[in-house]
Structure formats: structure tokens, C-alpha cells
């Protein structure tokens, strides 16, 4: 009786010490981590473009002659700043003037005929088709005076406006073609200066003329100049394979910039995107535009959720999709957590 009587108070015992070990695996496996939330609600997040690109103004020029020839003079230098009429080069005009000539004196012995063929025509000596071939002989000796008037007018280059000199291609005495560079100018002297800069389709889909942006230069990066949208390529660029925009410094800004110079450039384009806006630290395991979240809908259990991102800046995301059917985003301590992980909100 004594022996039955122990067995059962050991047996009591040992039950009661599984049962106590039992609970305490279950308490650890549910241990209630501490977080903190926010609210979820959608919102419009205005998108920064960030890209490069070189300066540049809107009229860079390569100049050339209209006819070949041998090259007289180059009057300026690469780096030398011209006035709008100012003479840049000429042609030896030698062949030039012979032409013009040669013009000159056909011309004036189709005045001769014509002259001398409606007297006779009105003396009954010459004929109708006569006189109307001399008149055609003669239109055509004054077209070919103009012309030739003109191509001496073209031996000479000028600057068409106030820039500088970027790049001469050709020296004196070197025998050069119709349409050969010459000289290439652009019109600094006015000080429109804007940034060229490659942009993805998407990207230029959010950009508007007129949008706002900030360009900064190696040469003087504490600096940050304002500028603005002018113009929007319609077509992809292929040597770059990217969309080409430019951006027009505004009127006033004043820099040390050169034509090639390099720009780095921030647009804030006029199209937002909507979604919701998180803080950067929310995100875990991000891969391209995906990442995982955690969210609780009782505040009580975390899921863990697939997102979309949208738009990056330096403290925020915006996520477009996979917040649709979530009321809390876990914020702070979600580094701890696994899907349907127990949760304590703190303040």
C-alpha cells in the first residue's frame, strides 16, 4: 500500500513537471515582440528625377563655305569669343571672281541681243520666237548673275551672333569641299546656357515643360542653379538609347560653365505618383522595385506582406501596391519578426 502510494505522488509529479515544461516552450514560441505602427492612408508624393547630362547652348553652330576651295585665312583661335558679322575665314576668291565675272559679261551681252532683237521684231525683221528667246536668254543670264554673286557673298564666314569659338577644323592654304566644318561657335554671349540629359521612358513620361530643377558642377558643387524644362525630345536617342531633355538655366544664374561641361541635375516633375508613403526603415529584403513589410490589422499579430515600390527619395518610399487591404504598417521592430509573429504596440 506504502509503494502504490509513492508511485502515484512520483508519477504526480513528473506529470505536473511535463505540463509546467510544456507551457513554457509555448510561452517562448509565442514570445510578444514589441513594435511600433503607423496608419496607413494613400497620398501623392511629388517624383525627383535624378540624371547628368553636359552644358550646352540652344544655337552651336559648324560653320562652312557654300563652294570649295583653298582657304586664305582662319582669322580666330578655339577659346576666342566673336561678335555677331565679325569675319572668321575666307576662301582664296581668285576662281570666285572669275566666276562672277564670267556672269557679268554673259549677262550683259544677253541685254545686247535682247535689245538688238526687238528692234528688229518691231521692224518686221525678227520673228516672235525670236525676241522671246532672246528675253529668256536674257532672264536667265540675270539668274546666273545672282548666283554667282551669291556664292562670292557665302567665300566669306561670319559670326552669326555673339559666342565663342568651340572647335576649328581646318588652317590656312587647306583645300576643302562644299560643306566642309570650318568652325564651330555658339552664342555663350548671351548667356543661355542649358543642360542636355538623357531620361528612361518613364521618367520622361512624369516630366513636363516647365517643370522645376537644380543642376550642380564639379567646378563649384556647393553651388545649385536653378533652371527649367525647355523642351522634351519626341523620340528616343539612339546613340544613348535614352530619352533627351533639356534644361534651361534660369534668367540671372551666372556660372563658370563651358560647352561640355558636366551637370548633375534634380527635376521635380509635375506628375506625382500616389500610393503610400512609408519610412525607409519599414522596408526588409528589397530586390528592384520589390520588398517585404510587415503589417497588423488587430495589433495584435504580424503579416508579412509583398510591396511594390514606387519612388525612393532620401528618408521615404512610396509604395504603389500591396498596402491595399492592411490598417497598420509596422515601423520599428519588425527586424525580430516572422509571419503571424505576436506583437505589443509601444508608443
Not at 557665302?154 to 590656312?172: D, E, H, M, Q
Not at 510587415?294 to 515600390?309: E, G, I, L, N, S
Request: include cysteine; hydrophobic fraction near 40%; aromatic fraction near 6%.
Amino acid at each position: 500500500m506504502r509503494t502504490s502510494l509513492l508511485w502515484l505522488v512520483l508519477l504526480t509529479g513528473v506529470v505536473s513537471s511535463c505540463s509546467s515544461s510544456k507551457e513554457e516552450v509555448k510561452e517562448m514560441n509565442e514570445e510578444i515582440i514589441p513594435v511600433k505602427v503607423m496608419a496607413l492612408e494613400r497620398s501623392r508624393m511629388k517624383v525627383e528625377i535624378k540624371t547628368s547630362g553636359v552644358f550646352t547652348t540652344d544655337d552651336e553652330t559648324v560653320l562652312s563655305f557654300k563652294h570649295g576651295g583653298i582657304v586664305k585665312s582662319v582669322e580666330v583661335n578655339e577659346g576666342d569669343f566673336v561678335k555677331q558679322g565679325q569675319v572668321l575665314a575666307t576662301l582664296e576668291m581668285t576662281e570666285i571672281t572669275a566666276a562672277v565675272e564670267q556672269a557679268q559679261l554673259a549677262h550683259e551681252k544677253a541685254l545686247r541681243d535682247f535689245n538688238r532683237t526687238k528692234i528688229l521684231f518691231e521692224d518686221s525683221v525678227a520673228t516672235l520666237e525670236q525676241l522671246e528667246n532672246a528675253k529668256t536668254g536674257f532672264d536667265l543670264s540675270k539668274r546666273q548673275l545672282d548666283a554667282a554673286n551669291f556664292n562670292g557673298k557665302y567665300a566669306t564666314i561670319r559670326a552669326n551672333g555673339n559666342g565663342y569659338v568651340l572647335k576649328k577644323f581646318v588652317n590656312s592654304g587647306q583645300l576643302v569641299g562644299p560643306g566642309t566644318p570650318v568652325l564651330q561657335i555658339n552664342g555663350a554671349g548671351k548667356g543661355e546656357w542649358m543642360l542636355n540629359a538623357g531620361v528612361s521612358d518613364a521618367e520622361w513620361a512624369s516630366i513636363s515643360t516647365g517643370d522645376s530643377a537644380v543642376i550642380t558642377t564639379d567646378t563649384d558643387p556647393d553651388r545649385k542653379l536653378e533652371a527649367v524644362v525647355s523642351r522634351k525630345s519626341e523620340g528616343l536617342d539612339p546613340m544613348s538609347g535614352t530619352f533627351m531633355i533639356q534644361l534651361k538655366l534660369k534668367k540671372g544664374e551666372k556660372a563658370a560653365i563651358a560647352s561640355g561641361l558636366f551637370g548633375k541635375a534634380t527635376i521635380a516633375a509635375g506628375r506625382a505618383n500616389e500610393g503610400w508613403q512609408v519610412p525607409m526603415e519599414a522596408l526588409l529584403d528589397s530586390d528592384g522595385n520589390k520588398a517585404f513589410v510587415f503589417v497588423t490589422d488587430d495589433k495584435v499579430t504580424a503579416r508579412k506582406v509583398t510591396v511594390q515600390v514606387a519612388q525612393l527619395t532620401n528618408e521615404r518610399v512610396l509604395i504603389s501596391k500591396g498596402l491595399e487591404n492592411a490598417a497598420f504598417l509596422i515601423v520599428n521592430g519588425n527586424a525580430y519578426l516572422t509571419d503571424k509573429s505576436k506583437i505589443k504596440i509601444i508608443e
